[in-house]
């Protein structure tokens, strides 16, 4: 198996020794070829002031003492950092250095590790920084600290298990994705934790949950949301929210009220119109809203024993539906079935005195309107896009006909609204 290249990243500083200078230099400089030598790397990056860059010059004195040599610009380089206080700074040289590394030399494959022990206090604050964010390997030297520092001889490598809080930074940015409806995202984050501790079957249940729901998949988002312990540690801010979402799937899954299955289906329905909004998918959402508006008028029909996919007669008749209306459906019978759409379930509850109808009547101008920009749409019919205006208006009808479709709407909307994490 072919090896990565090691890079060594290492801060310099010019020692503590404060009563000479150069012996200093020297004695930093032994500690940095401690570590090099035992190290191996094929590539060492100094980042140095203008100072401490002669801290490198005792370091090459080393080599060639050992009979061995270390080359600048062969074996090593150095990116000099004149703002050796200043956080942002140090960090961002490093960073850029990394993305050399890793992105910009795309034909090697390297394994960067990150040495802190020297230079400033603000220098190595950002280098650890640096190697958490990017999950680089971050060491420094110990040893015999009976002296204030490390003593020469007694100089161990520190490897720094950083992992946990590598995952701690993970989970939040895999809390960002679940807020932003990137449940697939979330999931895939998921593999790069490694703490033991953190419950990580039951969060992939619940983002696996939800991805399913997104796309009106209620079996699936049920069985796993079920799986998930909502009194786990991490789940703890929204554990009330999945309670109520865990009660409309059930609903959803076993209510033996047609209607009330309906209902939380629609609620779904029109949760993910507004989530497809937040993102600016407008045509989208409003496609959603579109299906919506038809379901109100279907779930408002099948209290009248009436489908839309194939009005009965005889069930019109029952209804006292007048014979000119009777015989306005029979016209567009086909294949022995009166099949309606949106407009034509509106106007049956009209006909059968229902307080949908009439919204839509009253409202007519309006609602035609806005389903003429959704059919002329570039997800429907036509090549427009859709705004935000558009779907405000869409959603204002859809939820005042949801309202009046059942007392209890805004109960359902609330308990199939997605669980959010609290990242304030």
Request: aromatic content about 12%; glycine content about 4%.
């Amino acid at each position: 198996m072919k090896r990565k290249e090691v890079i060594l990243f290492m801060t310099v500083g010019t020692g503590t020794n404060l009563s000479s200078n150069e012996e200093s230099s020297k004695d930093l400089a032994q500690k940095l070829y401690y570590t090099i030598d035992k190290m191996r790397p094929n590539h060492v990056v100094f980042f140095a002031s203008d100072k401490s860059k002669e801290t490198i010059g005792y370091i090459e004195d080393l080599f060639v003492r050992d009979n061995d040599e270390f080359i600048e610009g062969e074996d090593y380089q150095i990116v000099e950092i004149t703002a050796i206080d200043d956080l942002n700074t140090c960090f961002e040289t490093y960073e850029q250095k990394l993305w050399e590394f890793d992105y910009a030399d795309n034909k090697k494959d390297y394994q960067i590790i990150m040495d802190y022990t020297s230079g400033t206090k603000t220098m190595s604050a950002a280098m650890a920084s640096c190697g958490i964010f990017y999950s680089k390997d971050l060491i420094s030297i110990g040893g015999d600290r009976s002296t204030g520092e490390v003593s020469r001889g007694t100089e161990i490598i520190n490897y720094q298990n950083i992992y946990k809080i590598h995952d701690k930074f993970l989970l939040t940015r895999i809390r960002y994705n679940f807020d932003a409806n990137r449940f697939m995202a979330s999931i895939e984050m998921m593999n790069y934790i490694v703490d033991l501790n953190i419950h990580k079957e039951s969060l992939i249940h619940l983002f696996k949950s939800y991805y399913a729901w997104d796309n009106m998949d209620f079996e699936e988002a049920y069985n796993h949301l079920r799986q998930v312990d909502a009194n786990q540690m991490e789940l703890n801010d929204i554990k009330n929210d999945i309670k109520f979402n865990l009660k409309a799937l059930g609903n959803i899954m076993n209510s033996r009220s047609v209607n009330l299955k309906n209902c939380y289906i629609l609620a779904s329905l029109i949760n993910n119109s507004i989530r497809r909004s937040e993102e600016f998918k407008y045509d989208d959402a409003i496609a959603r809203l579109y299906r919506s508006l038809e379901l109100i008028a279907q779930i408002e029909l099948t209290k009248y024993n009436l489908k839309s996919s194939d009005i009965k007669v005889s069930t019109l008749k029952e209804n006292n539906v007048s014979d000119e209306f009777i015989a306005e459906l029979e016209k567009i019978r086909e294949d022995g079935k009166i099949r309606i759409g949106l407009e034509k379930d509106f106007l049956l509850l009209n006909e059968l005195g229902n307080e949908l109808g009439k919204y839509y009547i009253e409202n007519k101008s309006k609602i035609k309107n806005l389903t003429k920009k959704r059919n002329n749409s570039i997800l429907a019919h036509g090549l427009d896009s859709l705004t935000k205006k558009d779907f405000d208006e869409f959603l204002d009808i859809v939820l005042n006909l949801s309202y009046t479709l059942d007392k209890d709407m805004k109960k359902f909307l609330k308990q199939t609204k997605f669980a959010k994490f609290d990242l304030d």
